[in-house]
């Protein structure tokens, strides 16, 4: 049968991501813009592929603890902004989050992913000194390697974050249109964002990107925000489909069609093929954690132990208190995809490779050095 010429572009663009050559923006944006469920279905396989190129069927389960929601800034799309009176906060003591974080040990997590928002008592009041001595000591506790997302932090506090044992850095631009980034994050400069993830990758931080789906962005934009990510050389890349927030100037926002999002994970590991990609729980809980597998995500991300009175940050309570959001939760939704578990010496081998690779200047090439 003779193929559309949608149909040939589709397979030639599918092909060349499938050798692992450099998809051009405009190839991007035409599989963003994919409507038929055929050829959708293509991309998620050929995005499945090459996740198994590398990983084969084993996923990375990272471990979520909210430290503190008290915020300084103002992002319209934040549930804890600082001017949104319906977000509850608190500021976990320490040993609540040494339980916690424990607790995301013995489940079996391979990462305990330590999320504040740009807490005043960190950056204006007390300086970081106690988060990084908590940073410290979770990491001689449970062993495990910790990310952290504070936000825009000083030079300085980077440095101490190596020093005290971090192997991550995650700051999330949302975007890399400039005038986008200043209505979803007014007040707030996007260089310094671009800035820290340079900084925190020569100080031999792995960094982690994120993009927010569905607030207003072209597919242009994601095109760009990918050629962004290259740059910074990234380890790991979200997206996410925005959830309308009550309290926030956003809150009337149209919901985003999910499609976007699973196109987009789609798209990074056609782009990315050996870095980890999040399949969230922070948007659907464990309904969506499928779809998101399927588009080639090969991390789940947002697991919340219960019982801690913690919060997600976009889903500040979904799946929480049923213990969904846990290892025992989703081993099962793994087992029902042919997916398990990766062992921790699968995820320190990546690690190791993977700071390799920086450390060469490399970026998938295997190349010995
Ligand atoms: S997204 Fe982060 S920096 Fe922005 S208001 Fe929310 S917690 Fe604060």
Known sequence: MKQTGSQHK??????????????????????????????????????????????????????????????????????????????????????????????????????????????????????FEPFIQLVKALHQTTGLPIMVSPGVVPADVLSDFVRAGVSWYACYQETHNQDLFTRLRPGQSYAARIENKELACKLGLLTEEGLLCGVGESAQDIAASIEAMRLLDVSQMRAMTFVPQNGTPMQSWERPNPLRELLTIAVLRLSFPNRLIPATLDVAGLTGLQSRLEAGANVVTSLVPPGFGLAGVAQNSLDIADARRTTAGILPELDKLGMQSASTEDYLAWYVDRRRQIRCGLSREKIAC
């Open 10 to 127: 589709l397979n030639g663009i599918l092909e060349k991501a499938d050798q692992e050559g450099r998809l051009e923006r405009e190839e991007i944006v035409f599989l963003l813009g994919l409507t038929q469920k055929s050829q959708i279905d293509a991309v998620f396989e050929t995005a499945g592929g090459l996740r198994y190129r590398y990983f084969g069927n084993r996923v990375f389960l990272y471990g979520f603890i909210y430290v503190s929601t008290f915020c300084r800034n103002q992002c319209n799309f934040c549930f804890y902004r600082s001017a949104n009176a319906l977000s509850e906060r608190y500021r976990r003591e320490a040993a609540d989050i040494l339980e916690a974080a424990q607790s995301l040990a013995e489940s079996g997590v391979h990462l305990i992913d330590l999320t504040l928002g740009e807490d005043p008592l960190y950056f204006q009041e007390q300086g």
